[in-house]
Every structure is written in structure tokens, then in C-alpha cells.
């Protein structure tokens, strides 16, 4: 698993199978862009994938840090971490 860590300088919250696309990093020119997907229909996957959605828009807005991690060959976000 990777992780990156960084302000969330962009993000992009949509309806549907991605739910958010977030460009994360120390800069605004120095980014890596990741992803919240929704995979299934199951109640408790939505819920999670929302609020890991919010999660980041809340990061954006609040000039916080996150961490987030994903698997070594996937920018799909598994853990979200915001940071005080």
C-alpha cells in the first residue's frame, strides 16, 4: 500500500461510480490525483465512500492535511486520514 500525504488542492465531487476525483499534495503544481469509487450498492460501501467524499471536501475547505492510502497499482483511495 502507498500512502500521500498533502492538502487536498483540488477535488471534484460527482453522483455516480467515481464519487470524487482529488488532486493531493504539498502544491497546487505538485499533485497526485486519486479516486473515490463506489463499487457495490450495499448500504454501509455507499456510506463509507460518501463520507470519505465529504471527508475530503471538508480537508479542502479547512486547509487540512490528509493522508491517504491506496493500493501500490490503483489510485482508488481504501483509507482517508485527516489530519488536526
Known amino acids: 500500500m502507498a ?3 498533502g492538502l487536498v488542492q483540488r477535488l471534484k465531487v460527482t453522483p455516480g461510480l467515481v464519487l470524487a476525483w482529488a488532486y493531493i499534495g ?3 503544481d ?11 450498492d450495499d448500504a454501509i460501501d ?4 460518501a463520507s470519505m467524499a465529504e471527508a475530503l471536501s471538508g480537508a479542502l475547505a479547512a486547509g487540512k492535511e ?3 492510502t491506496h493500493d501500490d497499482n490503483s489510485a482508488e483511495i481504501e483509507v482517508l ?3 488536526n
Not at 505538485?30 to 457495490?40: E, P, Y
Not at 455507499?46 to 465512500?49: D, G, T, Y
Open 66 to 68: 490528509v493522508i491517504a
Open 46 to 49: 455507499v456510506a463509507a465512500h
Open 30 to 40: 505538485d499533485t497526485t490525483l486519486l479516486i473515490v469509487m463506489q463499487r457495490t
Open 3 to 5: 500512502q500521500i500525504t
Open 81 to 83: 486520514q485527516v489530519l
Open 26 to 28: 504539498p502544491s497546487a
